[in-house]
């Protein structure tokens, strides 16, 4: 979903059961068998936009507030057309990796 609509309408994912946050066990369990714990990630697909106007900061602070991870994609300069390609690009890759990983 695009911003800010996206900032209402995914809010759930970061105070659901993969918010960093979730894990209410003992601190001092023992981890050293324990697969790790699946915690949700936002990946913010940044674009120049057009008055320099964006809701990015926004999505970033509410991240943060939720204490879940961020990373922020943007492409370098460059024309329109290769700035889609760049985004695909990234994106596409990161999907093959998990699907890869997955065993799907």
């Not at 994106?91 to 998990?98: I, R």
């Amino acid at each position: 979903a695009e911003l800010p609509e996206a900032l209402a309408a995914h809010s759930v994912l970061l105070s659901g059961a993969l918010a960093a946050g979730a894990d209410p066990d003992d601190f001092f369990r023992d981890r050293v068998e324990e697969a790790q714990v699946l915690h949700a990630r936002v990946v913010l697909l940044r674009d120049r936009p057009a008055g320099g106007l964006t809701a990015a900061p926004a999505a970033r602070e509410l991240a943060l507030s939720h204490d879940t991870a961020l990373s922020e994609l943007e492409p370098e300069e460059g024309p329109e057309l290769e700035t889609l390609a760049e985004l695909i690009a990234v994106t596409d890759f990161a999907a093959v990796y998990l699907a890869l990983a997955s065993g799907a």
